[in-house]
Structure formats: C-alpha cells, structure tokens
DNA sequence: AGCTATTACTTGACATGGTGAATGAAATGC
DNA sequence: GCATTTCATTCACCATGTCAAGTAATAGCT
C-alpha cells in the first residue's frame, strides 16, 4: 500500500459501529452462513421482507454487501440474489495474554488471520506490559483501519469484559485494562477469559461454525472449557464458568497437585500424564512427544496412561452432554496429540457415561496452533461490535 | 364442549397479549421485582426515564398498574412513584400430566394459588386425555378469563413447546397437544418439560424469586434438574437438558436399574433409598418415611445410605456450579425428606469437589406439595405471554 | 408460445418504541 | 429560602418494522 503511517489514503471504510442494530444483525448472519438471499435472511432473523430491503439498502450502497449472482435455482419461482458480505474490509486485532508471553494477530471479520507476533514479557508491572501490548498493535495496525481490538487472559472474565479481576498469572487485581488500552490505542477494546475466546474463534470461524451449542474443551496445562448455549459463549454471572479442572473422575486415581484424587487434572494435564508415563520408566524429564513416542512402540505404561486420559475425557463429555444436551463437543490445546491413544477408552467412556436418552454429539478434535488463542480473542472483538445491545441507554 | 370465555359477566381486563413488547417488559419486571419506581424500572430494563412515562401510560389507563404512595425516601431527591401491578387481575391455568394422574392448578400473574384439582387418568388414549385436560380447565376457569394455559409432562419438551415428543409415560409421539386444547378450551397453551416448569415456578415467585441464575435439583421417583442462565429456563436444542440421572458418583456403589455402577439414581431415587434400607432388614415394603424413623433411631443402616446419599448430592451440585458458575441451588422433590439426615454428608461432600477457585453457592431445600408442579406449569404459561418475541413476524 | 403458480423483491403509508433536550416537581441539606 | 438532587413529563424526531399492494423472474404445464 502507498500510504505512509496514519496517512490519509488509508480507504476508509465506515466503522462498524456506525451500523445500527438491525444492519448489525444482517451483517452477523452474513458472516456465519456465508451469501444469503434477503428472502432466506428474513427468514433467519424473522423479519419481514420488506425490513429486508430496506436494511440491506445502505449496506449495498457503502458497499460493505454487493449483490452476487442467482445461483442454479433448483427452486420453483424467481431465483433471490445471494448478497455477499466483503468481510476482508474490516480488521480486528485479537491478543493473547500470558504470564510471560503475547501473542497478537490481525484478523478480518471473519477470523481470517492477516498477519501475527509474539513477544516475551520482561515484567509483569502494569505499565510495562501496556507498553508491550500497545508496541504490538500499533505495529499489527500499521497503515489499517482496527475496528476493534480483544485481548483473552486467564480468570474470571466475563464474555465482554473491561477490566482484569484477580489475575493470579500476572498478579493483578482490578485493572482497567480495556480503558488503558483503548485511550493508548484509540481502539475500543474488550477483555474476555481466554477459553471464552478459543471458544469463540471456534463457534464463529472454527470447527464449530454455524452452530449455536457447543463446548470447547482444551487440555494441554490445565483444563480449560467454553460453552455456547443459543449461539452465545457462556460467562456467568462472574465469569466463573468452565471450571471443570478438579471434577472426579474416579475414587483411585492419581493426585493432582491440589491433593485430589482421580480428578481431570490428575489424568489430563501434560504434566500429570508425563509424570505418569516417567516415573515407572525413571525419567524426570519425558514430554508428551515421547510419551506418544513410548505409546507407539507399545510401552504398557505409556498405553494405560493415554487410556486413562481418555476414560477422564470421556466422562466429562458425557457429563457436559447429559446437562447440557450438547450436540457437538470440539477438543483442544496443546496437549491434544494424547488423543492418538486414547481416542479409544475415550469412546468407550463417553458411551457408557451418557444418558440413555440423550444424544450422542459430535466429538471433533481441533488441532490448531498458539496463535488460535489470539485469533479466538479477534474473533471476540467482532462479536463484541456486531453484538446487539441489550441497554442502549447510558445516562448522562 | 366450548370453553366459558365468552360469558358476558365477566370483568374483562384486556388481555396480556395485546401489549406491545415494551409494556410486557415493565409487566414483568414489575412482576419479579415488586413495586418500583418509573426511574428505577427505566435503569432495570436500561431505558432511558421518557421511554418509561411512555409505556406506563397506558397500563396506568387500563387499571392493570396503578401509582402507590412514595415510600420514605432515604434518598436526596425527589422520591418517585412506585408503579404497583395488579397481578390478581390475570389469571393462568397450569397442568401437570404424568401418566395416571392430572393435576391442574389456577394461578394469578404472580403465581399466587387461588383453586386446584386433580383426576386420576382412565386412559392413555389421547382423547380421552384430551377430554379430561378439557375439563379440569373449564371446571377452574368458569367465570374467568383465562389468559393463557400451560402444560408440564416429562420428556423431551422445549421452554415453550407445542407438540409432545417421544413420551414414554404415556405412550405418545408427535401429538400436537397444545393446538389440539387451544382448540377446545379457546385458551391459548404451551406445552413445557416438567422440571422446567417446576424451575420457571421456583424462579419466578418461589425460593429463587429475582435470581438470574440458579439449578432446581429434584429428587423423587427420579432425578429431575432444571437450569436458570440469564433469567431464561435452558431447554437446550431438543428439549433434552438436565439428564442428569446417571451421572456417575462412585466406582464403587450400588446398582440402578439401568445397571450402572454408583450413579445417581442408585444413591438418589426413592426407590434406590428404600431398597438399600429396607434389604438388609429384611423388609421390601419399607417407604421413606419409614427410612427416617430408622435413621432418627440410629440405625446404622440408615444413616449410611442417607449419608451417600447426601455425598451423591453434593458432588452433583458441585459439579453444576463448576460447569455453570452458579450461585444458587434449590432442592425440591417429594423425596427431599432425606435431606434430614443426608445434609452433613451433602455439605461435606460439596466442599471437596468444588473447584478451589468458585464460589460456595447458596444451597435451599424447597419443601413443597405436589401442586407446585402444576403451579409451575401455570408460570411457564404466564412467562410465555410476557416473552420478548424473537421472531414477531410470521409470513402469510 | 402462453398461461399459471411460485417465489423474490420493492414501494409507500403507517405504527411502535425509542432518544435527546428542555422543563417542571418534589424532596433533602444547609 | 435556596441550592442540590432525583424523578417525571413533554415534544420533536429518528430507527425499525409491519402491511398491502404491486412488480419481477423463474419453472412447469398445456
């Protein structure tokens, strides 16, 4: 591109947030099921047609919409015109924050990735780690128009967060982050909890798009879970939700570093399963990729560990599905790869946990990168400026 | 046989239904939070104070709202005119069907109680229930406006359903029972889950009036589970939420009927109680009550079983309020009896597996007789005139 | 080809629900 | 008695959505 930094030439297209909340809903709708006809949008957000055409007008206008061609109709009257959204035309940016690392992208609306970095956090003060995120952005949105910016950390944040409660990584307690960074950046941001985030990248653009329940449940250092209920990630009052780390699995059973015994932690996290694998094997120092290594040749430990994980996965699904009546569950995080050998017992598991009458879901493993945490915290910020508002109102 | 809507001597109050969305939210706001002032309700519903004078109107006009007298202002400005409900003025029907008995109740907005009946059921044959339904409501609704009707019986309902799917009990599939007695009583019907309709009566006028989240745990002939997020029963996709009956507590435990090993139900269900007790002594006729006055005796036996009893509780609790973050739960059921000697091991047992990071929630035991079922079905039915349509428009 | 049924979209008159700004009303505190 | 504070109203105006009516484009049938 030609402009230079903060230049005028950037193509200005109008911010989102200057839609009202029915362009907004047309918009979001755009987004998840790909080119519609405003007649299949009417139906979808049970509007008339007429409130069709008058709400895509100005979006065909400012050119945000453009009008596609009839596909093949294998319909009986008048084939609709399919309008299909520009969504490569609005850049958010999603971070990832860490006890010691940040991981940022850029994002279109739809969640796919521009471009991305990472950075190591030198100390954990306040103002430090503002000036680290802030460098991060500014570089990220060089020569762009952000229409908003997420960040996912650890702890009880809710979906659309602003400020950071207890954090124990980082030590902190009650920052205004999303104020802080919004007033360096001059983007509007939002916090989220960062399983709430993977989530959300998986609901919108991952895996699990276009369905309005699921759960997303990662294991890898601890055990993280996000759930969508009528389209919308769970946060809670609190955003206490997802706590499913400490569940029993059985009476025997390992312990977990919290003194519990046969808890998920005990049986899923990457430490506890190479610990499992090590010790009887005198080795301290094992990581998961020799554990699966051991596995494959056949080593009874390394198999009756992955076994075990399995069994532990099984039973939370299950547990999910018969509260919940969930139809899918995606699986994540770094330490998916035990999923080779235990996809089995996990089976197994889930089959004999599950309630007679409920379904059984859709179990998908979702392997993907570091940089889906922060992609998922995008995908956040697009949800946050498409989401309609419950109170418009804000007294003076 | 036509229903009495038509009588003349009738006071009409003007149906629920004919307000708009705006005034139907200052109705059950008012109606879950007591007299409130314009101002307030204007910062509950985030609107802003003009919105509020202008949707008032008219409820004031037609009676169903009055103003009562400012109450002693501990405040420094103006004190506002709280807005009262009539809530006596509309009256709802609520049905609860298993499959040998029919219990109706009449019930106010509020919920309030004002008659009920019960018949025992002849046949499962749907006219003949049909017909039975009919009467029971003509019988409570003679000289009264009925405004809207609801229906709890177990299996796969939605939050507000129409037709009955898959009803073991029963025997029925597919049958549209609610266009079927709309027909024959003139009373618009919903149909919902029983657990959910006990739930939306805890929720909306029992132990947990004004809460936005909370869990109904009951225990009984099974083990029912009915979920409040964000005000709103979860009813999940199918209808199949709450299928919690099976959940494993323990390896090690007694059998259910389903041949799982230390499941809920074999710690939980009535049943599962009396037999463990009544075996070892020796007697099969043995029924709850019976268990206590063993328990209150001291009878090792007894307290054993009550005391997992009580632990399987806990655990299920606690595992409710990791996944879902809740602050309250509320145990109900005609077996809770047993909560006399089970809650030591149910508070014990709640402690241990709760995640060290979530909140201690607020545990209540709702004693209540068998009409709070109906009477939970007659509030489902006074939730769903006061629901904010999503979808208001319906094609020709 | 021409007709009919079917589905998609547009138009304009109208209703509803919401806002902001200005104003008045009723209490407390000094 | 007066400032302050909070509550409530009024009026002009906007956004969204409906209805009824009409136009447009296709498939299927005769």
Redesign the pocket.
């Known amino acids: 591109m030609l402009g230079v930094q903060g230049s005028p030439d950037i193509v200005d297209s109008p911010s989102l947030t200057a839609l ?4 907004r ?1 047309v918009v979001r709708a755009l987004l998840l099921g790909g080119p519609l ?4 949008l009417a139906r979808r957000l ?11 007008r100005p979006l065909l206008v400012s050119g945000l919409v453009s009008e596609g061609i ?1 596909l093949v ?1 294998e ?7 399919p309008l299909v959204l520009d969504a490569a035309r609005h850049q958010f940016i999603g971070v990832k924050l860490t006890a010691d690392e940040i991981f940022a992208v850029r994002a279109d609306a739809r969640g796919r990735v521009e471009a991305g970095q990472s950075a190591q956090i030198e100390s954990a003060e306040i103002p430090a780690v503002l000036a680290d995120i802030v460098a991060m952005v500014n570089e990220l949105g060089r020569d762009q128009r952000i229409q908003a910016l997420g960040i996912g950390l650890a702890g009880e944040q809710t979906r659309f967060d602003d400020t950071v409660r207890r954090n124990n990584y980082l030590g902190w307690d009650q920052v205004p982050l999303a104020h802080l960074v919004e007033e360096a950046t001059g983007i509007p941001t939002v916090l989220s909890g960062d399983a709430r985030a993977l989530t959300a990248g998986v609901q919108w653009s991952g895996p699990g798009k276009g369905m309005s329940e699921l759960a997303v449940l990662t294991v890898g250092v601890g055990i993280g879970l996000g759930i969508v209920l009528e389209d919308k990630v769970l946060s809670g009052p609190n955003g206490l939700v997802g706590m499913i780390g400490h569940h029993r699995i059985s009476d025997s059973g390992p312990l977990c570093d919290l003194g519990h015994r046969g808890c998920a932690s005990s049986y899923l996290t990457t430490a506890a399963i190479t610990a499992a694998i090590g010790v009887p094997h005198g080795r301290v120092d094992i990581d998961l990729a020799q554990g699966c290594a051991l596995a494959a040749e056949g080593d009874p430990v390394a198999l009756r560990v992955f076994a075990d994980a399995g069994r532990a996965l099984g039973v939370i699904i299950a547990q999910l599905v018969n509260i919940l009546g969930l139809p899918a569950v995606i699986l994540a995080g770094d330490g998916l790869e035990l999923l080779t050998y235990a996809e089995d017992s996990m089976q197994a598991a889930l089959a004999e946990h599950l309630d007679p009458v409920a379904r059984h879901p859709k179990v998908v493993a979702f392997t993907s990168g570091f940089d889906e945490w922060a992609r998922g915290a995008a995908v956040v910020a697009c949800q946050w400026l498409l989401d309609p508002p419950r109170h ?2 804000t007294r ?1």
């Open positions: 009202g909340p029915a362009a809903g006809t405003r007649a299949e049970g509007l008339s047609p007429a409130s069709l055409t008058k709400t895509a009839a109709s319909q009986r009257g008048r084939p609709g015109a418009r109102y003076p």
